[in-house]
């Protein structure tokens, strides 16, 4: 069942994929207000590291003061922690303890890691919510047959789907093209879809290859639509992010009316 009452620019999850806390806070600081919810991931979370670590950084705690200011900008019902945790039980569950003792809104853990790896991070989940990635919106449907998957991105999605539900988690993390298949099996429909692979018919599709436009993808049934370059890298004759950010939220609405 679709989420309600959701303001059509609250569906757009936006991931500061940049390499510091500077750039990340300039994003912030431009899209609050224009997009519902940032997402932090692989790339942030590493270059923060990273740079912390390097011997030139003399001022590490102002470094770290800087983060802990970013993390507070966007905090409460705004945080989408990207940690995608594929490992054993164990450590999936150990590390889902510290991450929901940051107080995020959402973290995921990769559904390929099993029912229960999927298990330990919802009982180890706190205030959060657990939402489990599929198949990659940047694996296309060969690739998937050829590799650990063994099947064709549906059949793969569902079936996750199916192991989701059943481990309690939150909610699903996959492309918009698997949603019709998602929508007919009722018994999922409480799960919280999240699509990232989402391009305007203005914008290039760059790395993703099951992709769908928003318009499409929220009539589909999504909940949250997680656009990136789009919105952080317009073609010109869109404008801004921001400018781009209300063009996407304008065909939200018009897809919701
Ligand atoms: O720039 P773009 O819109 O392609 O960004 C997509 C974001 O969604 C990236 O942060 C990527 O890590 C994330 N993501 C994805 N496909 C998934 C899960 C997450 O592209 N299946």
């Given at each position: 069942m679709r989420q309600k009452d959701v303001d059509p620019k609250d569906r757009i999850i936006l991931p500061l994929d940049v390499s510091s806390a500077q750039e990340a806070q300039k994003l912030v600081d431009k899209l609050t207000g224009h997009v519902g919810m940032f997402k932090i991931g692989l790339e942030?979370?590493?270059?923060?590291?990273?740079?912390?670590?390097?011997?030139?950084?003399?001022?590490?705690?102002?470094?770290?003061?800087f983060f802990r200011n970013?993390?507070?900008?966007?905090?409460?019902?705004?945080?989408?922690?990207d940690t995608k945790l594929a490992d054993i039980p164990n450590t999936v569950g150990k590390a889902s303890l510290a991450v929901s003792s940051m107080g995020v809104k959402f973290f995921n853990v990769h559904a390929s890691a099993g029912l229960k790896a999927i298990e330990a991070a919802v009982a180890n989940r706190g205030l959060s919510q657990v939402l489990g990635v599929t198949v990659l919106t940047s694996i296309g449907e060969e690739?998937?047959?050829?590799?650990?998957f063994g099947d064709?991105?549906?059949?793969?999605?569902?079936?996750?789907?199916?192991?989701?539900?059943?481990?309690?988690?939150?909610?699903?993390?996959?492309?918009?093209?698997?949603l019709v298949l998602l929508r007919e099996n009722h018994e999922l429909d409480d799960l919280?879809?999240?699509?990232?692979?989402?391009?305007?018919?203005?914008?290039?599709?760059?790395?993703q290859k099951r992709v769908m436009t928003p318009g499409e993808a929220i009539k589909a049934g999504a909940d949250y639509l997680v656009i990136g370059r789009p919105i952080t890298k317009p073609p010109e004759s869109v404008g801004s992010p921001v400018d781009a950010a209300k063009r996407i939220?304008?065909?939200?609405?018009?897809?919701?009316?």
């Open positions: 942030l979370i590493y270059s923060i590291m990273a740079s912390l670590l390097v011997e030139e950084n003399a001022d590490a705690i102002g470094a770290l003061r970013l993390m507070k900008s966007i905090s409460g019902a705004h945080e989408f922690l690739e998937c047959r050829d590799s650990i064709v991105p549906g059949k793969k999605v569902l079936y996750f789907a199916k192991m989701l539900k059943k481990a309690g988690a939150s909610g699903i993390i996959c492309s918009p093209q698997e919280l879809i999240v699509t990232p692979g989402v391009r305007p018919e203005w914008a290039s599709t760059d790395d939220a304008d065909e939200i609405q018009a897809a919701l009316s």
